[in-house]
Nanobody, 123 residues
Framework: QLQASGGGQVQAGGSLRLSCTASGLSFRGYNVGWFRQAPGKEREFVAA????????YYEDSVKGRFTISRDNAKNTQYLQMNSLKAEDTAVYYC??????????????????WGQGTLVTVSS
């Protein structure tokens, strides 16, 4: 089970830090990441870090503003979001999986999903 937290309402330009902790599942050896879904839109990839922790991947619109990290000892991953924009408003989902690199950007490439946490950015 994945439990996401840290969502909330923030003004444009502000910051939030999302956390996602796993229970009954060890992060070690798994890729972890985040997707988001805005109202009326499809779920989209946001960021991911491979199981080794050596490579990170970001959706173009969040590069330079968001940072994904993981702490295997705590079975927790984080998404630091800075310089938030109104278009970042969405429900954010943490994911865990063991897919190949090419599946990173697709929801189908992830086996475990958190319940989602709402981020609202007001302009």
């Amino acid at each position: 089970q994945l439990q996401a937290s840290g969502g909330g309402q923030v003004q444009a330009g502000g910051s939030l830090r999302l956390s996602c902790t796993a229970s009954g599942l060890s992060f070690r050896g798994y890729n972890v990441g985040w997707f988001r879904q805005a109202p009326g839109k499809e779920r989209e990839f946001v960021a991911a870090v491979r199981w080794s922790g050596s490579r990170t991947y970001y959706e173009d619109s969040v590069k330079g503003r968001f940072t994904i990290s993981r702490d295997n000892a705590k079975n927790t991953q984080y998404l630091q979001m800075n310089s938030l924009k109104a278009e970042d408003t969405a429900v954010y989902y943490c994911v865990v999986g063991s897919g190949v690199l090419s599946s990173t950007w697709s929801p189908s490439g992830w086996g475990y999903w958190g319940q989602g946490t709402l981020v609202t950015v007001s302009s």
